[in-house]
């Protein structure tokens, strides 16, 4: 008899599932009817204003493994000419009067010394230049 009174007793080790399944069947029929009736949200992207300008050809500062330099203009036809330290000065006052934003690139060789990039870097913020870049080529 001590048998039977521990079997009545006894602990249940199933997990009754039913109250959760129906839990989720009404979510799911509740998702089923609102989502057709919501809105998709909309985004406000902002917009960019089209240039009637086409963009302006860079003036290009050509370092040379020896230290020369050279400036062309790609706006004229991409003619390079050669310049010194002084002169470099006084063609970009000239190119940048014309045509003030205009950008200037600097293309080194890659033997030259980092200290020579930015001593022309130096000169061209002297010269109040805002656009300046640093021309790369890929491998």
């Known amino acids: 008899m001590s048998y039977n009174?521990?079997?009545?007793?006894?602990q249940m080790s199933q997990i009754n599932v039913v109250p959760?399944?129906?839990?989720?069947l009404?979510?799911?029929?509740?998702?089923?009817i609102t989502a057709p009736l919501m809105n998709p949200g909309q985004i406000?992207?902002?917009?960019?204003g089209?240039?009637?300008a086409p963009p302006v050809a860079p003036l290009e500062v050509i370092v040379r493994k020896d230290t020369t330099l050279a400036v062309r203009d790609h706006a004229k036809g991409g003619h390079e000419?050669?310049?010194?330290?002084e002169e470099?000065?006084?063609r970009l006052q000239k190119s940048l009067a014309k045509n003030p934003d205009q950008p200037v690139v600097i293309s080194a060789d890659k033997n030259v010394r980092y200290e020579e990039v930015i001593?022309?870097?130096?000169?061209l913020q002297q010269q109040h230049i805002k656009k300046i870049g640093l021309l790369t080529r890929t491998r």
Do not use: E, G, T
């Open 81 to 85: 000419s050669p310049v010194s330290r």
């Open 88 to 90: 470099l000065a006084s």
């Open 119 to 123: 001593d022309i870097m130096d000169v």
């Open 26 to 32: 009404v979510l799911l029929v509740i998702f089923m």
């Open 20 to 24: 959760y399944i129906d839990v989720m």
């Open 44 to 48: 406000d992207l902002p917009s960019v």
């Open 5 to 10: 009174r521990r079997a009545s007793h006894a």
């Open 50 to 52: 089209k240039s009637l």
